[in-house]
């Protein structure tokens, strides 16, 4: 027995940074705030996968599927073994860990796919925007969480898998997958580090990576592209923000409903609010709007025609979705899922003088007046530092003043 190199450099490479990548979709997949990050991470994935494929073919020879080409039977039959306490070693991959790799490397292509279509759907954003439409991205979704759920058991499984085989055989082959030695026989095949192909292959997957990223994310800006950003100046930050689509406007509604407040765009509400709203504007919330017939009624078309109904944005389907059906509700603030999303914001955060309201908000979405309400424009304001107890009394008096603006 000697020292042996088995697990060549980029294997290795490959084996961890697929890993963290798993974790880091893992722990960004919630809320929005890391969708960017999350994003990046299922792109790097797909990209690290088709290298694995790649490297299966001309890699050194434990990295090769042809030392690992094991069928389910095969690993159900080792697993017995294990299970008995007796079973062989294998320097290389065992049928277990072969088939938990096969089920892994084609996850993440599920994984990845269904991932981009979903975004494309929930967000209209990247590559596949504009495929599918807010309500028919479902089942997409369910088979991209569903598939994350597979992946993490498969992981687990894989995972006391090593430990049990690193007990059995009093080896610890954790270990080996960082320095990529073993002991093995002395005409075991040694593997060639290649730290020269590692280090190309990785400069080449992050420089592809990072621009395609970059490209597929930004590329519903304008639809024309990333260099139209660079041109116009807005490109030069890492990540890119999620930019909505530019959504129909219209002056005189601008002119008229922002005169007292920020417009509150259309996609915010159903038609049917629209309606109640513009038939008992003498009591809009303690005013009398007062507007003349041809007014109220342009107005009103504007409102109906890019109403929550018409899912032109994602908010707009899932404020849709969360309101009973005969509820006309008058307030955004009051519906089901803007309730929902805004639970976790600390009582703080709408103290802050810079928000003071619910309904202020731009305060947090800087492309509300566009009415997109994209992840990537949301930024809660840092309170500014309270100068004295006098700046705390004015903001709660600001605070209470501005509900009746
Ligand atoms: C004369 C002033 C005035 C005008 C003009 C006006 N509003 Fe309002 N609006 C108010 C006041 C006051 C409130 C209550 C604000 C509060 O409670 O914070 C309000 C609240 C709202 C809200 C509820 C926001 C929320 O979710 O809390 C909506 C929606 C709204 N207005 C839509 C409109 C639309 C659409 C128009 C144009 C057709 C319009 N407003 C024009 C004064 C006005
Ligand atoms: C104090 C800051 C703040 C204010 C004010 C605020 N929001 Fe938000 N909003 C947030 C935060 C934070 C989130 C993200 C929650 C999450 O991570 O899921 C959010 C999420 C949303 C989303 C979901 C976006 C998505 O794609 O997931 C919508 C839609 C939205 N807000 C609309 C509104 C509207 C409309 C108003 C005004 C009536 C408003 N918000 C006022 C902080 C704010």
Redesign the pocket.
Same mark, same amino acid.
């Given at each position: 027995m000697q020292r042996t190199l088995i697990w060549d450099l980029p294997t290795r490479l490959f084996h961890w940074t697929l890993a963290s990548c798993f974790a880091i979709a893992w722990l960004t997949s919630d809320?929005?705030?890391w969708h960017a990050v999350h994003v990046f991470a299922g792109y790097l994935m797909l990209g690290l996968v088709a290298f694995r494929v790649l490297w299966g073919f001309v890699g050194s020879h434990f990295s090769r599927f042809a030392t690992f080409w094991f069928g389910p039977f095969e690993a159900i039959a080792y697993l017995k073994e294990v299970a008995k306490g007796h079973a062989a070693r294998h320097v290389g991959h065992n049928p277990t860990g072969s088939v938990a790799i096969y089920i892994l490397l084609a996850m993440t292509v599920v994984v990845g796919f269904s991932g981009i279509v979903t975004m494309g759907g929930d967000?209209q954003q990247g590559l596949a925007a504009g495929w599918f439409s807010f309500a028919q991205i479902g089942l997409l979704k369910k088979l991209h969480e569903a598939g994350a759920m597979l992946m993490l058991l498969v992981v687990a499984g894989h995972v006391t898998g090593v430990i049990v085989e690193s007990l059995q055989h009093k080896e610890n082959l954790a270990r080996s997958m960082v320095t990529g030695y073993k002991q093995a026989d002395a005409n075991t095949p040694q593997a060639t580090a290649r730290p020269l192909v590692a280090v190309l292959m990785l400069l080449a997957m992050l420089s592809f990576g990072g621009w395609w990223f970059y490209y597929a994310i930004d590329r519903a800006i304008d639809g024309q592209g990333w260099h139209v950003k660079l041109e116009k100046g807005v490109g030069e930050e890492p990540h890119v923000k999620f930019v909505g689509k530019q959504l129909p406007d219209n002056k005189l509604w601008r002119d008229e409903c922002g005169a007292c407040h920020a417009v509150?765009?259309p996609a915010?509400l159903p038609a049917r609010s629209w309606e109640k709203m513009m038939a008992e504007q003498d009591k809009h919330f303690g005013s009398d709007l007062g507007f003349d017939q041809a007014t109220t009624d342009e107005i009103l078309k504007f409102m109906v025609d890019n109403s929550a109904d018409k899912h032109l *944005?994602?908010?707009a389907f899932?404020?849709e979705q969360s309101i009973p059906k005969e509820a006309s509700p008058q307030r955004? @603030?009051e519906t089901p899922?803007?309730i929902n999303?805004?639970r976790?914001?600390a009582t703080s955060?709408?103290a802050?003088p810079l *928000?003071k @309201?619910?309904?202020?908000?731009?305060?947090?979405?800087a492309d509300?007046d566009d009415g997109t309400?994209?992840?990537g424009a949301?930024r809660?304001?840092k309170a500014p530092k309270p100068v004295a107890s006098a700046a705390a009394g004015t903001a709660s008096a600001a605070t209470a003043a501005s509900s009746k603006p």
């Open positions: 809320g929005d705030r967000e509150f765009y915010l *944005v994602e908010a899932k404020i955004i @603030t899922y803007w999303k805004h976790e914001i955060d709408w802050n *928000v @309201t619910k309904n202020n908000c731009a305060a947090c979405h509300a309400y994209e992840d949301m809660i304001p």
